[in-house]
T-cell receptor, first 114, second 114 residues
Framework: AQTVTQSQPEMSVQEAETVTLSCTYDTSESDYYLFWYKQPPSRQMILVIRQEAYKQQNATENRFSVNFQKAAKSFSLKISDSQLGDAAMYFCAYKDFGNEKLTFGTGTRLTIIP | DSGVTQTPKHLITATGQRVTLRCSPRSGDLSVYWYQQSLDQGLQFLIQYYNGEERAKGNILERFSAQQFPDLHSELNLSSLELGDSALYFC?????????????FGEGSWLTVV
């Protein structure tokens, strides 16, 4: 079974600085998707960024970028120029091609220090 | 706003009772997913429907059932409720059968069983 591990339960960063959240996963599949979701205090799950495993280029969305290392099964999220609104729980998630289920990690709580 | 609508937002009910959670997917999305988020279990996939038919089943209890109607809205029925069923229940939707497109989450329905 696929597993997703987020080894940092909590992280903090100064406003305007850069922070990297770690995620590793275990799978025997070669084709899959990886996601980072943000869950602010409102508890809504908001998609931050997505990566297809067949793409070698790392995904970017404005201040958010990933470092996808397929051989190492690593998928870290970098947040640049951190803002107060970035404070949230961040979940890493995995999904096979053709499999409907998203498997989530346990989350990393990110605090932004003004 | 993800475009996925869930009602009710909050619900308090007694043990042994039955409740129905409702979800309207984003316009055009054919797949609906249900997830449960609890403190001890994290985010768990329950079930997926695609265009009215059950597509995949996860860790859904036998006391729980779901369906997707011709207008594509979905309902999650929870019966014989126990204290441990207290959780945030998310509905999510995507356009494709395999969820390869972006999966959008609603704001969730908070269920408290007392």
């Amino acid at each position: 079974a696929q597993t997703v591990t987020q080894s940092q339960p909590e992280m903090s960063v100064q406003e305007a600085e850069t922070v990297t959240l770690s995620c590793t996963y275990d799978t025997s599949e070669s084709d899959y998707y990886l996601f980072w979701y943000k869950q602010p205090p409102s508890r809504q799950m908001i998609l931050v960024i997505r990566q297809e495993a067949y793409k070698q280029q790392n995904a970017t969305e404005n201040r958010f970028s990933v470092n996808f290392q397929k051989a190492a099964k690593s998928f870290s999220l970098k947040i640049s120029d951190s803002q107060l609104g970035d404070a949230a729980m961040y979940f890493c998630a995995y999904k096979d091609f053709g499999n409907e289920k998203l498997t989530f990690g346990t989350g990393t709580r990110l605090t932004i220090i003004p | 706003d993800s475009g996925v609508t869930q009602t009710p937002k909050h619900l308090i009910t007694a043990t042994g009772q039955r409740v129905t959670l409702r979800c309207s997917p984003r316009s055009g999305d054919l797949s609906v997913y249900w997830y449960q988020q609890s403190l001890d279990q994290g985010l768990q996939f329950l079930i997926q429907y695609y265009n009215g038919e059950e597509r995949a089943k996860g860790n859904i209890l036998e006391r729980f059932s779901a369906q997707q109607f011709p207008d594509l809205h979905s309902e999650l029925n929870l019966s014989s409720l126990e204290l441990g069923d207290s959780a945030l229940y998310f509905c999510a939707s995507s356009i494709s059968r395999d969820g390869g497109n972006t999966i959008y989450f609603g704001e969730g329905s908070w269920l408290t069983v007392v």
